[in-house]
Nanobody, 124 residues
Framework: QVQVVESGGGLVQAGGALRLSCVASGSIFSIDSMAWYRQAPGKQRELVSSITGGGSVYYVDSVKGRFTISRDNAKNTVYLQMDSLKREDTAVYYC??????????????????WGQGTQVTVSS
């Protein structure tokens, strides 16, 4: 069993900051990429940021310069520091981890695991 759990969402005023955390636990052999997605009401889920095991990062254009993704491989944890928040950042934020499980062998491709989501609300 593998579990992915997010925390750190909440209500913040525009211009404020929040830090999201996501921890993967369970029968984990290794974690490839970790990422944050978000879904606003009436919109499709979008990739916000991702980070590989080697530290390569990606940001969607709308958050560049404001959000910072980081990862602690020893703790199977990924963070998303969100600064200068805007109303349009309001969404449910989901953590995604691409994980190789223990005992399945290296020929078994990794699988996607998702957290339950954490609400981020930015008020004006």
């Amino acid at each position: 069993q593998v579990q992915v759990v997010e925390s750190g969402g909440g209500l913040v005023q525009a211009g404020g900051a929040l830090r999201l955390s996501c921890v993967a636990s369970g029968s984990i052999f290794s974690i490839d990429s970790m990422a944050w997605y978000r879904q606003a009401p009436g919109k499709q889920r979008e990739l916000v940021s991702s980070i590989t095991g080697g530290g390569s990062v990606y940001y969607v254009d709308s958050v560049k310069g404001r959000f910072t993704i980081s990862r602690d491989n020893a703790k199977n944890t990924v963070y998303l520091q969100m600064d200068s928040l805007k109303r349009e950042d309001t969404a449910v934020y989901y953590c995604n981890a691409v994980i190789r499980r223990l005992g399945l062998g290296l020929r078994t491709p990794p699988s996607d695991y998702w957290g339950q989501g954490t609400q981020v609300t930015v008020s004006s």
